[in-house]
């Protein structure tokens, strides 16, 4: 068994993993973080088939995951049968209490039901959670712990009628609804930051501003919403 990673959560369709309790991620942006891979459970993820709940994610065209690295491996990982399922009466749960935990580093959060979500995030009382899905009425009980990820203001504006916080990439400008990403303006790691935990916090929406390759993508997308 691998150690600090955990099975939380599958059906027909669908698995849910965690990993990095025992060794959390060290990645420059989210820092020190427990991930969660949100994955199809007959099918290797690849750059073509990518995760459970990614088709027509409206990311797709400059999608940040490589689903070929990480989420493969993970998957493996899994087949092989080197991952337990999570046990919330054991010890299992002071690992992830003292792990800020990322809800969904590949894959969508909505192919979980909420309620196996919250009691897991009440556990380790920080995180970070995104969906593309914030447009299905029945997505709704994620907007507590979920941002929206949008990628226009007009879908900002469409989301908080909605009751959830977003977060947007850019090319638009930031309004007065938002605020800079803190990792863009003081280099603040995820972990040390709890602004996208949906509207579990009160805050302002969240910007981040697209650059490079996916600034175009990101005008494209902007064009259609």
Not at 17 to 40: E, Y
Not at 107 to 117: C, I, L, N, S
Request: proline share 7%; charged share 20%; hydrophobic share 30%.
């Amino acid at each position: 068994m691998v150690k600090g990673s955990f099975i939380l959560w599958s059906n027909t369709k669908t698995v849910v993993l965690m990993t990095g309790l025992w060794r959390p991620s060290s990645n420059t942006k989210t820092g020190r973080m427990a991930q969660t891979w949100i994955l199809r459970k007959s099918k290797p993820p690849n750059n073509t088939t990518k995760g459970a709940g990614c088709s027509g994610c409206p990311a797709d065209p400059f999608c940040y995951v490589r689903w070929e690295q990480a989420p493969l491996q993970v998957y493996k990982s899994y087949k092989a049968g080197n991952y337990k399922a999570f046990d919330a009466k054991s010890s299992d749960v002071t690992l992830l209490s003292n792990t800020p935990l990322r809800v969904g580093a590949a894959g969508e959060p909505t192919e979980m039901p909420a309620h196996h979500w919250q009691p897991l995030l009440q556990i380790a009382g920080k995180w970070t959670g995104y969906t593309h899905k914030w447009k299905v009425p029945a997505n709704l009980p994620y907007r507590t712990f979920c941002m929206a990820s949008v990628h226009s203001v007009h879908e900002m504006k469409k989301a908080n009628a909605m009751g959830y916080r977003t977060y947007r990439v850019g090319p638009e400008p930031i309004t007065k609804d938002e605020i800079m990403c803190p990792h863009y303006t003081h280099n603040v790691t995820c972990d040390q930051c709890k602004l996208c935990m949906g509207s579990a916090i009160k805050a302002k929406n969240i910007y981040a501003p697209a650059h490079g390759a996916r600034k175009n993508k990101a005008k494209e997308i902007q064009c259609n919403t």
